[in-house]
């Protein structure tokens, strides 16, 4: 069955009677048991009768909250070439294959191949900030991080590391082979314990035959989880990963399915393709994306976003949607929490050139803030401008809160 069928196949026995909370494009919040799911459609059970939701419209479905770890677990960060994050039990390398155990119980195994990096004693946080910034790096040859005692250090430990090449793993899966390259013709190859090792990050070309993700799927370990399909298993179903690993889960093992990616974007997790900002005092205020002009949360109408932009006048951001999208969203006005200077401040919409909207808000006026709504089918820019309507643009500003487009 090819991937696009099924991305929303799970088996009716499987999901029954599993309550669940089911968000669509259109904004709508559906809560009921989850009756089945397929390919067109989700079905959920309000009431004993049936609500049918066009699986094209599902951005995602939530069973529980995000649960917390325990404060004395102890855990490798297993990172898969398909963006798949995994908090393991325990880790083993055997021949060219990894072993890894879940914190869930799940046991699975996956090519050495399709493993991107692994970082032991991932419940350290300075450990786990260090390791983000290494894996930020770019690298020819594979890394092999340990550990020395230092006063200086994070809690008295250094990290330092080795590069070249990673090998295979011993038949226990307890160590594995790493080469270093002392000069043109000498290659030294050590045995390392993995329990030893600090971490590993492999160079992995990406596989451009990999199945694509269809939804990300969260669970109750905080796992995150790239699925490429979904199938049925007694009590819960199996995930598939682009990168080839297969995790089974029991329903109430999850936490949410996210099927959101295409169908819905944030124009903050966008880069615009043109930006302009002048003022007339000569301090230009750059736009913030996910904060306020003040670093703050995004605040408005009683309301705290998570999402948004802010724009000081004058600004001007033009995004290429390229006729992909049908819905912009946002939130428009002045954030509660930030300081500014009355008078009219103009925020104005553009597709390709013409006027989707234009409001002018002034902080003396009762109403600051309104939610939009515009239809931006087949537009192929979007322009969004803040402007002063006075002659001076000091202490003129407003926020786009929530602003997205969707399909």
């Known amino acids: 069955m090819p991937v696009r069928r099924t991305f929303l196949v799970l088996l009716l026995c499987a999901s029954v009677g599993r309550g669940a909370e089911l968000r669509t494009l259109k904004g709508e919040v559906l809560k009921g048991d989850l009756g089945s799911i397929s390919d067109k459609e989700v079905v959920l059970i309000q009431g004993g009768a049936p609500a049918a939701v066009p699986a094209g419209q599902v951005l995602q479905i939530d069973f529980a909250e995000p649960g917390r770890l325990p404060a004395d677990a102890k855990y490798a960060d297993v990172e898969l070439t398909d963006g798949t994050l995994l908090h393991c039990g325990q880790v083993r390398i055997k021949g060219k294959e990894a072993e890894l155990t879940l914190l869930g119980g799940q046991a699975l195994r996956v090519p050495l191949a399709a493993v991107a990096s692994i970082l032991n004693d ?44 990673a090998g295979e793993g011993d038949e226990a899966g307890t160590k594995i082979e790493f080469s270093v390259r002392i000069s043109e013709r000498r290659t030294v190859t050590r045995t390392f314990a993995l329990a030893s090792v600090h971490g590993l990050i492999f160079v992995r070309e990406p596989d451009p035959k990999a199945a694509p993700v269809v939804c990300k799927l969260t669970d109750a370990q905080r796992n995150l989880v790239m699925a490429s399909a979904l199938a049925s298993a007694p009590g819960g179903v199996v995930v598939t990963t682009p990168a080839g690993a297969r995790i089974e889960y029991k329903t109430e093992a999850l936490v949410r399915l996210d099927y959101s990616k295409g169908k819905l974007t944030f124009l903050s997790d966008l880069d615009p393709v043109r930006v302009v900002e002048t003022s007339t005092d000569e301090l230009v205020y750059n736009y913030k994306r996910d904060r306020n002009l003040d670093g703050g949360p995004l605040r ?108």
């Open 122 to 165: 991932a419940q350290n946080e300075s450990f786990r900030k260090d390791w983000t910034a290494r894996l930020g790096k770019k690298r020819r040859r594979d890394v092999l991080a340990v550990r020395k005692k230092s006063a200086d250090g994070p809690e008295g430990v250094i990290v330092s590391g080795l590069e070249g090449t």
């Open 300 to 407: 408005m109408g009683g309301n705290a976003y998570a999402k948004g932009l802010a724009l000081h006048a004058y600004s001007e951001l033009e995004y290429d949607l390229q006729g992909e999208y049908r819905e912009f969203k946002a939130v428009a006005g002045f954030d509660e929490a930030v300081g500014g200077i009355e008078g009219p401040v103009l925020v104005r919409i553009e597709g390709d050139g013409k006027e989707l909207y234009s409001r002018t808000f002034d902080r003396k006026d009762k109403v600051r803030w309104e939610p939009v709504t515009l239809n931006v089918k087949d537009v192929q820019k979007l322009r969004i401008t803040v402007s002063s309507g006075d002659l001076l643009d000091l202490g003129k500003h407003l926020e786009l809160a929530d602003a997205k487009v969707s399909k």
